[in-house]
């Protein structure tokens, strides 16, 4: 039996896809990069931008002729397209066998005539993806109990459900056993690790527990919400080596009323003190941000209160986006998506041109500096060596080095997205 996984979204979706693969193969499944030579085709969808949606849509269009073609193929949709109920989603695409709500890979498995208690219950413990490259995605915890206005995450991957830290370390070990030097840890809140556990142990005595592992060299973790992170685990992790100076912390509006909409759960003042904090104690920090624009009822005062934050907070990178009405959330029920489309694109535009100035200078800071990079690989275009350095900056570079190497690299240019240098040679003793 041959299988194939199309996968759309986010870092956890990529590690979701990559555990149904191993445990498919596992069972006996052989993976095919060709949808139409496959017995059981999955997409792994994406619900928190229309964009992705629409992606998906697009697919299983082209999915529907080909299992007309060949109607005893297996087609599976997964991920947060697919909420408790499904009769809406059957009645658009009955050409789809099951539909399988994020990390529900049971019922495709038992779709499949397989037994799921073969792969070691929830989670799958003993079930490790074969890594891609020298990087890995390891989620620790699952879901969301945040429940923000716009947001359907909550809905789609359900209330929040922390790994046993014993077995991430396992899979970490795994990993790091079959060539991995960098680890992300992710959750959809990453800080809120280990509240249902016993022992309510926390995201930095997760990050101490996988610290010690040989050949591990660094370790990751996002994304970030602000009341989560805790002096606590900020403290416990500047004090570990191998953890980077990186950190993925979503703001989404600078404006107190806005958040307050959002039902964010922090205001503007308490969002400045995280940053205070992190930038106090890892002064070199990399830190990038998210922001919505156009979200219901947002006047241009309030744009104009996120806009001067971006200003004064100054971040490595802000992923914007507009606001789009997802169904099933507060917001699409309750608040009237008011905002013109073409006030939104010009809050976009604004916000994209004030961070490609910020970011051009944080990062021509940079220049003539060394830089611990480690290596990912070669670009197919112009050949050169490219990772990234512990605060996240994408370097291209000229040199020698093995994949999963950490390189010193001299910053000879630099611009808003990336930076290029070459390795650096030390000067001979004289």
Not at 181 to 197: P, S
Not at 209 to 218: D, F, M, Q, T, Y
Not at 222 to 244: F, H, N, W
Not at 416 to 424: D, F
Request: proline letters at 5%.
């Amino acid at each position: 039996m041959k299988y194939h996984i199309w996968t759309v979204g986010c870092q956890m979706n990529v590690a979701d896809s990559a555990k149904l693969g191993a445990g498919l193969e596992r069972l006996g499944f052989e993976a095919v990069a060709d949808a139409g030579s496959a017995d059981v085709v999955v997409l792994n969808t994406c619900a928190v931008r229309q964009g992705a949606e629409d992606r998906a849509v697009s697919k299983l269009g082209r999915l529907k002729k080909l299992k007309a073609r060949r109607p005893e193929m297996t087609v599976a949709l997964m991920g947060c397209m697919v909420g408790q109920r499904t009769a809406d989603l059957q009645k658009r695409f009955p050409y789809v066998d099951v539909f399988a709500r994020p990390q529900h890979f049971d019922d495709i498995l038992l779709a499949l005539g397989s037994d799921p208690a073969q792969l070691g219950g929830e989670f799958w413990p003993e079930t490790v993806s074969e890594p891609q490259g020298q990087l890995a995605y390891v989620p620790v915890i699952e879901g969301c109990d945040k429940f923000c206005t716009y947001c359907i995450v909550p809905l789609r991957r359900g209330r929040e459900r922390s790994r046993p830290r014993d077995e991430v370390v396992h899979e970490v070990a795994a990993l790091v056993r079959r060539g991995v030097r960098e680890v992300t840890l992710l959750g959809q809140t990453v800080e809120a690790y280990g509240h249902d556990l016993d022992g309510r142990p926390d995201l930095s005595d997760l990050m101490g527990a996988i610290h010690s592992l040989p050949g591990l060299e660094r370790i990751r973790f996002l994304t970030s919400y602000p009341p989560d992170m805790t002096d606590r685990i900020l403290e416990g992790i500047a004090q570990l080596d191998k953890v980077c100076e990186w950190f993925s912390l979503p703001v989404q509006s600078g404006d107190d009323a806005v958040l307050s909409a959002m039902r964010r759960g922090y205001t503007v003042a308490q969002f400045r003190d995280r940053i205070a904090k992190v930038r106090s104690l890892m002064p070199q920090a990399g830190i990038t941000t998210d922001i919505i624009v156009g979200f219901p009822g947002e006047t241009d005062a309030q744009f104009a209160s996120t806009y001067r934050l971006l200003e004064e907070l100054r971040f490595d990178k802000v992923h914007v986006a507009m606001y789009s009405p997802r169904p099933g959330t507060f917001a699409w029920r309750k608040l009237e998506d008011a905002v013109p489309e073409d006030v939104k694109k010009e809050r976009l535009r604004a916000v994209e041109h004030l961070q490609e100035r910020i970011a051009g200078e944080i990062n021509r800071g940079l220049f003539g500096t060394t830089q611990p990079v480690l290596v990912e690989g070669r670009g197919e275009r112009d050949g050169r060596l490219f990772g990234r350095t512990r605060s996240g900056k994408l370097v291209h570079f000229e040199g020698t080095a093995a994949a999963g190497a950490v390189i010193e690299v001299r910053i000879s240019h630099t611009s808003p997205w990336s930076l290029s240098g070459e390795v650096a040679v030390p000067a001979p003793a004289t």
